[in-house]
């Protein structure tokens, strides 16, 4: 699976932006998808997941209420809306693909939130 992330850039706090994490290569509707990110300085943490149907969704505490991920298995496509933005969401923004044993990781997409 090769996945490319896009839609970072540069927000004021209380802004949102959307994030877009686009598939190709296997079977995307079988994958669990999900988001991480990685602040300066900081070891790589959990945002949020998308079950493989898009039935069940999961959030780190410090999203929850702000974020909201989805999915759309016909554009192969997983998506993070940001709402109400903060600087400490600043960080690059992976993209992961998980099935039984495998994981794969996009490139990153970097979210700067000023104050």
């Known amino acids: 699976v090769q996945l490319q992330a896009s839609g970072g850039g540069l927000v004021q706090a209380g802004g949102s932006l959307r994030l877009s994490c686009e598939a190709s290569?296997?079977?995307?509707?079988?994958?669990?998808m999900g988001w991480f990110r990685q602040a300066p300085g900081k070891e790589r943490e959990f945002v949020a997941a998308?079950?493989?149907?898009?039935?069940?969704?999961y959030y780190a505490d410090s999203v929850k209420g702000r974020f909201t991920i989805s999915r759309s298995n016909a554009k192969d496509t997983v998506y993070l809306q940001m709402n109400s933005l903060k600087p400490e969401d600043t960080a690059v923004y992976y993209c992961?693909?998980?099935?039984?044993?495998?994981?794969?990781w996009g490139q990153g997409t970097l979210v700067t939130v000023s104050s």
């Open positions: 998308i079950s493989a149907s898009g039935g069940s969704t």
């Open positions: 992961n693909a998980a099935r039984l044993f495998n994981t794969y």
């Open positions: 290569g296997r079977t995307f509707s079988s994958y669990v």
